[in-house]
């Protein structure tokens, strides 16, 4: 387990390490983006669904 952590302090330092971080933050952040869209996908397609008559009806001068 020692080996493990020392293994891993050695991989997250310098620059190349910040990078392997920056690209797990953003691989996560969109996972959860699209995991959020996937879950209200039927609620977001209603939502845009009943949406358009309204639109339609704006009157514009």
Do not use: C, H, P
């Not at 969109?30 to 339609?56: N, P, Q, Y």
């Amino acid at each position: 387990m020692k080996n493990l952590m020392n293994r891993a302090k050695f991989v997250l330092k310098g620059e190349e390490g910040a990078s392997n971080i920056e690209i797990i933050v953003w691989i996560s952040v969109v996972l959860v983006i699209a995991t959020a869209l996937f879950a209200f996908r039927d609620s977001i397609t209603k939502f845009l669904g009943s949406s358009k008559g309204e639109v339609d009806n704006l009157k514009v001068k």
